[in-house]
């Protein structure tokens, strides 16, 4: 659907809430425009309607492949890596600081 349908043309894609009520984008406004574009494999106007969902969609990719595709073979320590305590405190602070720093 992000394919064939371009999100800054198409009505049917919801706009960000938090942005119509304060003025101000939150971590995911642009996303859907960054993926459309992802998938048409033009980076640079990805990178520039989102650069945070460039940088998440490996690491939700490698979430997923853990949790459900690699069953056989467990990674204890990547998982810990990447999906531990301190893995989501950073995951957390890189989100609030792109959030801070897109709106200054």
């Not at 043309?9 to 960054?34: D, M, N, W």
């Not at 993926?35 to 033009?42: D, E, G, K, S, V």
Request: charged content about 15%; proline content about 6%.
């Amino acid at each position: 659907m992000f394919y064939s349908f371009d999100p800054e043309k198409v009505a049917i894609f919801p706009q960000c809430p938090f942005l119509l009520v304060t003025g101000y984008e939150c971590p995911g406004c642009g996303s859907q425009r960054a993926i459309h574009q992802l998938l048409r494999l033009n980076f640079k106007s990805a990178f520039s309607h989102n650069t945070l969902i460039i940088f998440l969609i490996p690491y939700i990719f490698l979430g997923i492949y853990l949790e459900f595709f690699n069953k056989k073979h467990r990674f204890p320590r990547l998982e810990k890596i990447f999906f531990g305590k301190w893995a989501a405190v950073i995951v957390v602070l890189v989100i609030v600081v792109y959030w801070v720093v897109r709106n200054v």
